[in-house]
């Protein structure tokens, strides 16, 4: 039997339904133009406060374990620099190539 993902499946659970009256609102929220949202409760911030915002500051990827057959010259070279960290080298490599693909680079 597959084990399946604990952190996705505690979080999926973890989140009630919404009600009826909550998909109402949502509906007829959808259909508004943005000038007729009132904001007044999240007041627009200035050009200041997002120069110093950084992305992903608190994004920190689900690690899952996983086995993979790796040509033995590929890991000779990532393990070049050390047997320790080559798998966080091959998944940094991995990552760029998939950002790269999905910025259409």
Known sequence: MKKQ??????HHH?????T?????ELAAL????DHDIDYG???SL?????ANA???????????????????DVLA?????GTKGYQTRLNAILRRAMLAECQGY
Request: aromatic share 8%; net charge positive.
């Open 14 to 18: 973890s989140i009630p339904p919404l």
């Open 5 to 10: 993902n604990s952190v996705n499946t505690a």
């Open 30 to 33: 959808a259909k508004k133009d």
């Open 20 to 24: 009826e009256n909550q998909k109402v």
């Open 77 to 81: 070279w990532l393990e070049k620099s």
């Open 54 to 72: 950084s992305q992903g500051r608190f994004y920190k990827p689900v690690k899952i374990q996983k086995t993979v057959r790796i040509d033995a």
């Open 46 to 50: 200035d050009d200041e406060v997002w």
């Open 41 to 43: 409760d999240a007041p």
